[in-house]
């Protein structure tokens, strides 16, 4: 019987339990697998940290949050016990024949190396910020847009009532796929993110037009996204006096920067691990069941080095540097929303 490992690394994301319930149902009802996990991601495999995982133990899972191993930022190569070779070692120990790892493109790059160096390893790819090459979407994605969508909504609301711009922050750190998909379902009247430029004349230009129309403007911005002027400003101490904010900040900036350039009152609201949080999507779930259902058949079948992806409906399969490559938004579908901005 082949026992496997399974990981989850990196930041947390809605439908990792249903990933790992996936897989052991399959895996012991088909492929009649062994299952343990390997708790805080690379840290319990590296230290040999492990706990059964059977169907008693995933039931109910698809619809809880977080992921029942922990995770952590912890790399395989970290540590006395870290690399390859005493990886194997560890796995020997522990009578473990294959891995499992669940976890971004971080994630992939270190399964790469690892089965480069011998480790049979398999992946499936995770991440709320939607941008990793090679695989349509990823679970997480759909929730996070999901309440971001909300927050949105509901930010309107108030931002209606006080005839205030609403400068809402979302998580996207490479990559505008939430702020996109968000902004385009909430309406908003601009969204910005780190692939595309925008000037903070243009941006204040689209909230003077919404509130020349008498609307209150509302304003999505990606963590990553910085204006083309703050770069500057900051090699020389701050815009309007402001420092570079830290990663998950921007808003906290632009919103008093449109105030003093428009008139318009601003607020900012900085979503952050609220859209990493809570129960997945109905969508998510399933996305999150099947690759971990198709990983136990990468196992079966020995097929090493390779990761589950979405390719349209499909699930397909893809090798680790594929999905390490960034995906980020294309020119022309920012582009299309652009054309509503304003
Ligand atoms: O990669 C997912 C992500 O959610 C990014 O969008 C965000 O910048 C980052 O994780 C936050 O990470 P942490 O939870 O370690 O602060």
């Not at 090459?133 to 994605?141: I, K, L, N, R, V």
């Not at 927050?151 to 490479?174: P, Y």
Request: hydrophobic share 40%.
């Amino acid at each position: 019987m082949t026992r496997i490992g399974i990981l989850t690394s990196g930041g947390d994301c809605p439908g990792l339990n249903a990933v790992i319930r996936g897989a052991v149902l399959k895996g012991t009802e088909v492929h009649g697998q062994e299952f343990v996990g390997f708790l805080d991601g690379w840290r319990g495999l590296v230290e040999g940290d492990v706990i059964p995982l059977d169907r008693s133990r995933v039931r109910g899972l698809a619809q809880q949050g977080g992921t029942i191993l922990g995770t952590s930022r912890f790399g395989p190569y970290q540590g006395p016990d870290g690399g390859a070779q005493n990886i194997q070692k560890t796995l020997g120990r522990l009578g473990i024949d294959a891995v499992i790892a669940i976890g971004g493109e971080g994630t992939a790059a270190a399964s790469k190396r690892l089965f480069g160096e011998g480790i049979r390893i398999v992946g499936v790819p995770k991440t709320i910020d939607n941008d990793l090459s090679h695989t349509d979407y990823t679970f997480g994605f759909d929730t996070a847009v999901e309440i971001a969508t909300v927050a949105i909504d509901r930010l309107r609301t108030t931002g209606n009532s006080h005839k205030r711009c609403m400068v809402l922050e979302v998580m996207g750190r490479h990559a505008g796929w939430i702020a996109l998909h968000a902004g385009t379902a909430g309406g908003a009247h601009a969204i910005l993110i780190p692939e595309h430029p925008e000037s903070l004349e243009q941006i204040c230009e689209w909230v003077t037009s919404v509130r020349d129309r008498g609307r209150s403007p509302m304003v999505v911005v990606a963590e990553g996204f910085t204006l083309p002027e703050m770069e500057e400003a900051y090699s020389t101490k701050g815009l309007d006096g402001f420092d570079r904010p830290r990663l998950g900040g921007i808003a906290e900036v632009l919103a008093p920067l449109i105030e003093k350039h428009t008139g318009v009152e601003a607020r900012a609201t900085v979503l952050g691990h609220i859209q990493r949080g809570g129960v997945p999507t109905a969508f998510d779930r399933v996305l999150a069941t099947r690759l971990g259902m198709a990983v136990t058949d990468l196992v079966a079948e020995e097929d090493w080095g390779r990761m589950v992806a979405l390719h349209g409906t499909d699930i397909a399969r893809v090798d680790f540097d594929e999905l390490a490559e960034p995906k980020y938004v294309p020119d022309e579908r920012y582009q299309e929303m652009r054309i509503l901005f304003g």
